[in-house]
């Protein structure tokens, strides 16, 4: 049996599922910032004895410390992730009174027929600091309506936890924001607050400041509405501006997945990308300038699309696909998948609990695990029926 039948060979798949086991332990049962650092710390520790010793490193108790340790890192990676848990989040100390709050927008959210929606990061309240995230709303004819990331504001006000759906079966706006670390939400008019001098900008300000420059630029060009809403669609993934009878129609075609930017276009772009860099293959260090400037331009295009997880998500993926490249070296599809599963589980754990990571991951480790076995099961001779068998089992 060949080891793409066997992802448990793998340590990367096993640490995979101890890091896994760790976000959710820690979810369901949490704890304290300082106990979950501390408990790391300790298996950490015995991990290392354990290395350093050979008579332990080859048996079974060096294998459970290494397992235990990546639960433990799962644990403070959700705990560090949970802002509540913080103890400068400003749930600590607010009383539910007005008060001179300073915040900073993070992320321009989607609009709603009415009013613009931000992702607000609390920076003090009442002069002392503290951390937090506002959902924001403005009125869409107000003067603040037009903000951008990186823009600092003084609200005087309360925060208002973000009512639940009046109708049952709705879809839970509150248990989604909250998943996100986002409990209260406040509503920004001219007479309640007044902007700030910007201090700076963030990753994700440079990123929505290319975004704005692409925009204007397409926005200059002969196209039509329609067409530039398809364009931002595709290359930066803002479909706020896409005609709703041109949604529509892809909807309808069931190709609506085209107009969210995510693995399938970063795949294309990989394909791009190498067929371009081909020739380098015959320099002296044409493989290893090949793999940098496509780890470039992955990553330059994550900024285009202002971050999304999503595209964040494939271009890690694909990141470590470039780099098995570089090392020319035979390696498992599984094995590839649960490098960037560790490495994005680690920065942003409460992407395990969103839908879009569960199924783009699930569909990716079927791909590679499953799609074998069934190549293996059956191997039609007839030229015909060998391409149509392939494609209606990646299609499984």
Not at 178 to 207: C, F, H, M, R
Not at 303 to 309: D, I, K, V
Not at 369 to 379: G, H, T, V
Request: aromatic share 14%; hydrophobic share 45%; proline share 5%.
């Amino acid at each position: 049996m060949s080891y793409e039948m066997k992802p448990l060979e793998f340590v990367s798949v096993k640490f995979s599922i101890g890091l896994l086991l760790g976000i959710s332990f820690g979810w369901l049962f949490p704890i304290s910032q300082e106990l979950a650092i501390l408990l790391s710390t300790i298996c950490l520790i015995v991990t290392l004895l354990f290395f350093l010793f050979e008579n332990y490193r080859k048996g079974i108790y060096f294998g459970v410390a290494a397992l235990l340790s990546f639960v433990s890192l799962g644990i403070v990676a959700i705990t560090l992730a949970q802002p509540k848990l913080s103890p400068h989040h400003y749930s600590r100390d607010y009383n539910q009174e007005n008060g001179f709050w300073v915040i900073e927008l993070r992320e321009v959210l989607k609009p709603t027929d009415f009013n613009r929606r931000y992702l607000f990061q609390v920076l003090t309240l009442n002069d002392s600091a503290t951390s937090g995230l506002f959902l924001g709303s403005v009125q869409k004819d107000d003067i603040i309506s037009d903000l951008k990331v990186n823009d600092r504001l003084l609200y005087y006000g309360k925060a208002h936890p973000i009512s639940p759906p009046l109708n049952p079966y709705q879809f839970t706006y509150d248990s989604y924001m909250e998943s996100k670390g986002v409990y209260d939400q406040i509503y920004l008019n001219p007479g309640n607050s007044i902007q700030l001098e910007t201090t700076g900008k963030s990753l994700k300000g440079w990123a929505a400041q290319l975004q704005l420059h692409i925009k204007k630029e397409l926005s200059s060009t002969p196209l039509g509405t329609k067409e530039q809403g398809v364009l931002r669609a595709i290359l930066l993934g803002q479909r706020n501006d896409l005609d709703p009878e041109v949604y529509q129609s892809y909807k309808d075609a069931g190709a609506v997945h085209i107009l969210a930017v995510s693995g399938l276009h970063v795949g294309i772009l990989l394909l791009i990308i190498q067929f371009f860099l081909k020739p380098l293959m015959y320099f002296r260090f044409g493989r290893s300038t090949s793999m940098i400037v496509t780890l470039l331009i992955l990553w330059i295009y994550a900024l285009f699309t202002g971050l999304s997880p999503s595209v964040v998500r494939a271009v890690a993926m694909f990141s470590f696909i470039t780099y098995a490249l570089y090392l020319n070296r035979p390696t498992a599809a599984v094995n590839i998948l649960a490098l960037s599963f560790l490495a994005i589980l680690l920065i942003q754990p409460k992407f395990l609990f969103q839908v879009g990571f569960q199924l783009s991951y699930s569909a990716v480790f079927a791909i590679g695990w499953i799609y074998p076995l069934l190549i293996r099961f059956w191997r039609p001779r007839n030229g015909f029926i060998k391409p149509l068998w392939k494609l209606f089992a990646v299609s499984l």
